[in-house]
């Protein structure tokens, strides 16, 4: 993946005055120089998407100027260098309406029968839209276990990384036609959160109708308190949400504190802004925008690296020569040609320990390959995996992206 300098957007916007603005309101929950990131400080940003706001429930079509509006300020942030992905519901909206299904709840096999045939539709106006700008579009759609299951993860994060790389714009939504109540996120603010996560995005857009945070239901209390900054997600501000484990959500914020909490242990920034008006993530960077931004004390690298270094179990162990060492430690991924053993029985997307000739271990990371195929290729040339392996597979043993160094 595009490799980020360590810093996140907030914290490389520090002494460049220009990206930011101050945080006026004393309700800020910040220990920081009340001061807000803007969008020209973020390098990749995952712009989350409701069907409320996409389609017109009453026609039954997409909001065609609304939609065109959020393209644009999409195509902005392109043009200036930054990745852009969006995580867009709608299928099901729009299948309803061509199905003729009425409204309320469905069934799950009418609604599996819908996200079927809106997919289609909205994969359409997504690729239309973006066009319009010279952007293409790429369609992904997850299921829980795509984000779970470190395989898959694998899997799907490479693909979200070659999109990527072509410019693209990875258009990603939960894979209702498959999706049962077992096996689905449920809402796409954690989906988003998830994405953002796995594709190591410093910022998470999430339009919503609703601006941002209060101190309660601003709808039924006149001395509500809007919140623009939350630095810490502490028990106080998940009350404000209808509270950790409440099974009524206000509005729909329990699930975005939810989805915050993801992304910014994932070293993510997250912004809830209100999205009803046209382009709404343009507006995030008015200075009178009116948004809440929750802040990630660390960056999508340190907290990726943190969690390869002790959350997970590992599985094997690689050895490798000096040679392979010093290119990790310049910042290289671990090639075949430089293991010289292995350890253990472990799986594809496993974490290994890594150990260099004196058997010191000098980081982890997790292992593109399961034990009997790293063995297969073990000291080899990468021109040789495929020949060895009987396929086209991956050429590193380890990326520099799933690993995290003993001296990081």
């Known amino acids: 993946m595009q490799q980020h300098d360590g810093q996140s957007g907030f914290q490389a916007a520090i002494g460049r005055p220009d990206p930011l603005r101050p945080c006026k309101n004393t309700l800020c929950h910040t220990t920081v120089t009340e001061v807000l990131p803007t969008l020209a400080a973020f390098r990749r940003i995952v712009v989350k998407v409701g069907s409320s706001l996409l389609v017109d429930a009453r026609a039954g079509k997409a909001r065609a100027d609304w939609l065109a509006a959020l393209a644009d300020d ?29 409204a309320g709840a469905l069934r799950l096999e009418d609604s599996q029968a819908a996200a079927a045939m ?57 894979n209702d036609t498959v999706a049962t109540a077992e096996i689905r996120y449920g809402d796409n603010d954690r989906l988003a959160a998830r994405v953002a996560t796995m594709a190591g995005a410093d910022l998470l857009v999430l339009l919503s109708d609703i601006d941002g945070l209060y101190t ?70 008015d200075a009178d925008a009116r948004c809440t931004w929750f802040l990630s004390p660390s ?47 472990f799986s594809r997307g496993d974490c290994v320990i890594i150990r260099d000739a004196k058997g010191t271990e000098i980081g982890r990371g997790l292992v593109a390959h399961d034990a009997a195929a790293a063995q297969a290729i073990r000291g080899h040339h990468t021109s040789a995996v495929a020949h060895l392996l009987g396929t086209t597979g991956r050429a590193e043993m380890i990326h520099r992206d799933d690993m995290a160094l003993t001296g990081d």
């Open 74 to 102: 999409l195509a902005t942030l392109h043009r200036r260098g930054a990745d852009v992905l969006v995580v867009s519901s709608g299928a099901i909206a729009l299948g309803r309406s061509v199905l003729g299904l009425p």
């Open 118 to 174: 809106g997919q289609i539709e909205l994969a359409r106006l997504w690729a239309q839209v973006l066009a319009a700008h010279g952007i293409k579009a790429g369609q992904i759609l997850v299921t829980l276990g795509d984000t779970e299951e470190r395989r898959r993860y694998l899997n799907a994060r490479a693909t979200l990384d070659r999109l990527l790389t072509y410019r693209a714009v990875p258009v990603i939504n939960e």
């Open 216 to 285: 309660a239901p601003p709808h039924s209390d006149p001395n509500a308190q809007f919140i623009p900054v939350v630095a810490k997600i502490s028990a106080e501000i998940e009350a404000m949400a209808g509270g950790a484990a409440s099974e009524l959500s206000r509005g729909g914020m329990r699930t975005k504190i939810e989805a915050a909490k993801i992304a910014v242990g994932g070293g993510a920034h997250m912004v809830i802004a209100d999205g009803r008006g046209l382009h709404p993530v343009r507006s995030i960077s």
């Open 299 to 345: 960056n999508p690298v340190t907290a990726r690296k943190k969690w390869l270094a002790g959350s997970l179990e590992p599985r094997g162990t690689l050895h490798v020569d000096a040679g392979a060492a010093r290119a990790l430690a310049s910042g290289k991924s671990l090639l075949p040609a430089g293991v010289t053993r292995i350890e253990g029985m």
